[in-house]
C-alpha cells in the first residue's frame, strides 16, 4: 500500500515538472528582428534593425506600435487606426491644400506594396518594414531602379515601375525613365559629393575624376512644384542611406596586354615580308 502511494506521489511530482516546463518556456517572449525605414517629406527619419515581441503571430502594426513605445527616436501616430497620420511631426496631407491629392504615409514589406491595411499585413523575422511620404495615387511617385552595368564608364541609368489603372481599376505596369532627379555621387576619403540630374531617358555620367575603384555612397531625390512651407512634395523614393555602388578596377593590364599582341602580330607580318623579299632577291 506504501509503494502505491509512492508511486502516486511520484508520478504527480513528474507531471507536475512536465506541464510547468512549456509554462516556464512560454513565459519567456519571442522576438523577432525587423530592419525598418523612415523616409520623410525631405530626408531619412530613421534607418535600422529592431528588435520586437513576436508570440507567434507578428503584424506590421503591432510591430510598429513595439517599435513606438520602445524607442524614442520615433513618434508614430495613427497606427491604432490602420492609417499612420504623423510621424516624427509631418503629418498626412501637409500637401494637400497646395495642390496634393492623397499625400501621406504609406508603408512597403519587402520592397513590395501590400494590397492590405497594416493591421492585417503579416510579418516575419527578418522582414524589411519602409515607411514612407508622398502621393504616388495623385501627383505620382516614382521607386527608382539602378542599372549599373555601364559604371565602368561611368554611366548609371535610373527607371521605375510604374502603376497605373485602367478604366476597371486593373493595374497596367510601365518602365518609365526616372527624368529631371538629383542624384547625389559621393567619392574620396573625405566624403566629398558632385550632383547629377538625370536626363531624359533617365541617365547620368560621371567624370572620369570621380570614378577611384571600390564602393561610392549614391543617393537620389526629386520634388515638385508643390510646396507647404519650406517643404517641397518627394516625387521619387530615396535610396536606403547604406545603399552603395561598386566601380570596378580599371583593366589597364588587359589593355596593355592587347597592344603587346597587337604589337607582336605587326612585327611577325614585317619578318615574314622581308623573308620573302629576301627570297626573290636571291631569285
Given at each position: 500500500?506504501?509503494?502505491?502511494?509512492?508511486?502516486?506521489?511520484?508520478?504527480?511530482?513528474?507531471?507536475?515538472?512536465?506541464?510547468?516546463?512549456?509554462?516556464?518556456?512560454?513565459?519567456?517572449?519571442?522576438?523577432?528582428?525587423?530592419?525598418?525605414?523612415?523616409?520623410?517629406?525631405?530626408?531619412?527619419?530613421?534607418?535600422?534593425?529592431?528588435?520586437?515581441?513576436?508570440?507567434?503571430?507578428?503584424?506590421?502594426?503591432?510591430?510598429?506600435?513595439?517599435?513606438?513605445?520602445?524607442?524614442?527616436?520615433?513618434?508614430?501616430?495613427?497606427?491604432?487606426?490602420?492609417?499612420?497620420?504623423?510621424?516624427?511631426?509631418?503629418?498626412?496631407?501637409?500637401?494637400?491644400?497646395?495642390?496634393?491629392?492623397?499625400?501621406?504615409?504609406?508603408?512597403?514589406?519587402?520592397?513590395?506594396?501590400?494590397?492590405?491595411?497594416?493591421?492585417?499585413?503579416?510579418?516575419?523575422?527578418?522582414?524589411?518594414?519602409?515607411?514612407?511620404?508622398?502621393?504616388?495615387?495623385?501627383?505620382?511617385?516614382?521607386?527608382?531602379?539602378?542599372?549599373?552595368?555601364?559604371?565602368?564608364?561611368?554611366?548609371?541609368?535610373?527607371?521605375?515601375?510604374?502603376?497605373?489603372?485602367?478604366?476597371?481599376?486593373?493595374?497596367?505596369?510601365?518602365?518609365?525613365?526616372?527624368?529631371?532627379?538629383?542624384?547625389?555621387?559621393?567619392?574620396?576619403?573625405?566624403?566629398?559629393?558632385?550632383?547629377?540630374?538625370?536626363?531624359?531617358?533617365?541617365?547620368?555620367?560621371?567624370?572620369?575624376?570621380?570614378?577611384?575603384a571600390g564602393e561610392h555612397s549614391i543617393?537620389?531625390?526629386?520634388?515638385?512644384?508643390?510646396?507647404?512651407?519650406?517643404?517641397?512634395?518627394?516625387?521619387?523614393?530615396?535610396?536606403?542611406?547604406?545603399?552603395?555602388?561598386?566601380?570596378?578596377?580599371?583593366?589597364?593590364?588587359?589593355?596593355?596586354?592587347?597592344?603587346?599582341?597587337?604589337?607582336?602580330?605587326?612585327?611577325?607580318?614585317?619578318?615574314?615580308?622581308?623573308?620573302?623579299?629576301?627570297?626573290?632577291?636571291?631569285?
Amino acid at each position: 500500500m506504501k509503494k502505491n502511494k509512492i508511486k502516486i506521489l511520484v508520478g504527480m511530482v513528474v507531471l507536475a515538472m512536465i506541464i510547468m516546463v512549456p509554462l516556464s518556456v512560454n513565459a519567456t517572449p519571442n522576438t523577432s528582428k525587423i530592419k525598418l525605414r523612415v523616409e520623410g517629406i525631405s530626408g531619412n527619419i530613421f534607418y535600422g534593425e529592431v528588435e520586437v515581441v513576436n508570440d507567434g503571430s507578428l503584424t506590421v502594426s503591432e510591430a510598429l506600435s513595439y517599435i513606438d513605445e520602445q524607442n524614442a527616436q520615433l513618434s508614430i501616430s495613427g497606427i491604432e487606426t490602420s492609417y499612420i497620420t504623423e510621424i516624427n511631426g509631418e503629418v498626412a496631407a501637409t500637401f494637400t491644400s497646395a495642390g496634393a491629392v492623397y499625400d501621406g504615409w504609406l508603408y512597403m514589406v519587402n520592397g513590395i506594396e501590400p494590397y492590405t491595411s497594416i493591421t492585417d499585413c503579416a510579418i516575419n523575422d527578418g522582414d524589411e518594414i519602409l515607411l514612407y511620404y508622398g502621393d504616388p495615387y495623385g501627383v505620382g511617385m516614382q521607386n527608382p531602379q539602378m542599372d549599373k552595368t555601364q559604371i565602368g564608364m561611368g554611366k548609371l541609368h535610373f527607371t521605375s515601375n510604374d502603376t497605373t489603372y485602367n478604366e476597371n481599376w486593373e493595374p497596367i505596369v510601365t518602365q518609365n525613365p526616372v527624368a529631371s532627379a538629383t542624384v547625389t555621387w559621393y567619392y574620396g576619403t573625405q566624403g566629398q559629393s558632385i550632383s547629377y540630374i538625370t536626363d531624359e531617358n533617365g541617365y547620368i555620367t560621371i567624370d572620369e575624376q570621380y570614378l577611384d575603384a571600390g564602393e561610392h555612397s549614391i543617393q537620389i531625390e526629386k520634388t515638385g512644384t508643390i510646396e507647404a512651407g519650406n517643404k517641397k512634395l518627394p516625387l521619387v523614393l530615396r535610396f536606403a542611406p547604406d545603399y552603395k555602388v561598386e566601380v570596378p578596377v580599371p583593366t589597364g593590364d588587359s589593355t596593355n596586354f592587347s597592344f603587346v599582341l597587337i604589337g607582336a602580330a605587326i612585327a611577325g607580318i614585317a619578318i615574314v615580308a622581308v623573308i620573302k623579299l629576301k627570297r626573290r632577291v636571291a631569285i
